[in-house]
C-alpha cells in the first residue's frame, strides 16, 4: 500500500470512529483521532480517541494518552485541525507537542476563528510536519454542523421526510397515515439518534402525540433533544413530549407575545421555553430561531415535521439535507401533500441526490445542497 492510500485508508478509520458520538458532543464536534507508528509488520495503531459526550474530553488527548510514550515519533490521524485556544479543556496542540508526534495527518482545517488555520502553523513552529486534506469530502460531510455553526450561525439542518408512492404524507383532514415499513422506521430512529435534537412543529405535536426518542434497543440513551415551535404554547402537558422528559430534554420555541401562564406550568415541569418574533407573513422567524439555537450550541438538527414546517424551511433555504423515504403504495388524491403550497419535486430545485438506498419495500433518498 503506497503512502497516500495508507493515509487514506487510516483517516477513513478516524472518521469512522469520530461518528460514534455524533450527536451528542454538541457544541463541539465529533472528531475522531487515531496515533500510528510503524510496527515490525507494518504501520501499528497505538491509541484511538473520540470526542466524548457532551464535548469533552477531545479525541486527540484521548488517543494519545492511550498511546504513552509510543505517541513519541507517530504520526497522529485527526479528522479536524487539533484546537490552539483554552477552552473548557487546554489547547489539543500542547498535547501533540508534549507527546512527541512527528507528524499530522488531519482531514479539514477548522473554520473557527479561534483556530482557522493556527493550529496548524504552531504544530508545524514545533517542528512537527503537517499534511492536511486527506478524507476531506468525507470530514466536510461528518463535520457539517460545526462548519455551519462557525460559519453561517446556524445548525445543520436534515429534514426527513416519508411519503407514499404518490408524494402524500396523511391523509384527509390531516389524519395521519402509516407509511413505511419496520426497516425504514429503525433508520430514522438510528438518525434521530444521530443528532443533537429532533423538530417538529406544534401541529404535527397535537395530531400525531409523537416521542420523538430513539426507540432502537438498548438506545434509549441516544435520544436527541426534541424541539417543538409553539408559537401560542399551545402543547398539552399530558403530551407524550412533556411526559418523557426523564428520557431526553424537550424545549419549545414560541412566540414573543405567547402567553405566560403556559409557560410558567411548563417551566415548572421542566420544559424549557424560547421565545423569537413572528414573521410579518405569520408563523415564527425560522432565521431567528436557528440563530437562537446555534448559540445555544446546537450543530445539527433533524427536522421530523409536517407539510406546513418542511415546506417553510425549504422556502427559506434552510435545508442543507433530505433523507426522503419513499413507500410503493400510494394513498390517493384527497390525501395530503407531503409539503404545503409546494411540489415535492421542489426539492430538486434546492438538492441533489448523493444516494440510494433499499430500506425493506421502501426506498431512500439521501440529497444534500447543491
Not at 470526542?51 to 490521524?77: I, N
Not at 418523557?244 to 430534554?249: M, T
Not at 442543507?320 to 404545503?340: H, Q, S
Amino acid at each position: 500500500m503506497t503512502g497516500s492510500a495508507l493515509d487514506a485508508a487510516l483517516m477513513a478509520a478516524a472518521l469512522s470512529i469520530g461518528r460514534r458520538e455524533r450527536g451528542h458532543t454538541w457544541p463541539n464536534p465529533a472528531v475522531g483521532a487515531l496515533v500510528v507508528r510503524d510496527g515490525p509488520r507494518g504501520p501499528l495503531i497505538v491509541g484511538r480517541g473520540w470526542t466524548a459526550q457532551g464535548g469533552r474530553p477531545h479525541a486527540e488527548p484521548q488517543a494519545l494518552a492511550q498511546a504513552g510514550e509510543a505517541a513519541r515519533g507517530a504520526t497522529l490521524y485527526v479528522t479536524l485541525e487539533p484546537c490552539s485556544h483554552h477552552g473548557g479543556t487546554p489547547p489539543c496542540v500542547d498535547a501533540v507537542r508534549t507527546a512527541g508526534i512527528a507528524r499530522v495527518v488531519a482531514a479539514v482545517q477548522d473554520p473557527d476563528f479561534r483556530v482557522a488555520g493556527r493550529g496548524f502553523s504552531i504544530l508545524r513552529e514545533a517542528g512537527i510536519t503537517v499534511d492536511v486534506g486527506t478524507g476531506a469530502a468525507q470530514a466536510l460531510i461528518d463535520h457539517a454542523g460545526h462548519i455551519r455553526r462557525v460559519t453561517e450561525g446556524r445548525p445543520h439542518i436534515m429534514l426527513k421526510m416519508a411519503v407514499s408512492a404518490d408524494g402524500k404524507v396523511g391523509l384527509a383532514g390531516r389524519r395521519p397515515a402509516a407509511i413505511t415499513g419496520a426497516m425504514a422506521r429503525d433508520r430514522v430512529h438510528m438518525l434521530r439518534a444521530t443528532h443533537d435534537a429532533v423538530l417538529t412543529g406544534i401541529g404535527t405535536v397535537l395530531a400525531d402525540d409523537p416521542l420523538l426518542t430513539c426507540r432502537l434497543p438498548g438506545m434509549a440513551q441516544r435520544s436527541p433533544l426534541r424541539l417543538v415551535l409553539d408559537a401560542e404554547l399551545r402543547l398539552p402537558a399530558t403530551s407524550a413530549l412533556a411526559r418523557s422528559l426523564d428520557v431526553a430534554p424537550l424545549w419549545i420555541v414560541a412566540a414573543e407575545d405567547a402567553p405566560a401562564a403556559p409557560e410558567a406550568m411548563l417551566g415548572a415541569m421542566g420544559v424549557e421555553v424560547m421565545r423569537v418574533r413572528r414573521r410579518p407573513e405569520g408563523g415564527l422567524d425560522l432565521d431567528e430561531t436557528l440563530k437562537l439555537l446555534a448559540l445555544r450550541g446546537l450543530t445539527r438538527i433533524m427536522v421530523e415535521a409536517g407539510p406546513r414546517v418542511a415546506a417553510s424551511f425549504l422556502a427559506g433555504g434552510l435545508v442543507d439535507e433530505v433523507n426522503l423515504f419513499t413507500a410503493p403504495r400510494p394513498l390517493g388524491p384527497d390525501a395530503l401533500d407531503a409539503l404545503e403550497g409546494l411540489p415535492l419535486g421542489a426539492l430538486d430545485d434546492y438538492l441533489s441526490v448523493v444516494d440510494e438506498e433499499k430500506q425493506g419495500v421502501d426506498r431512500l433518498r439521501i440529497m444534500r445542497r447543491r
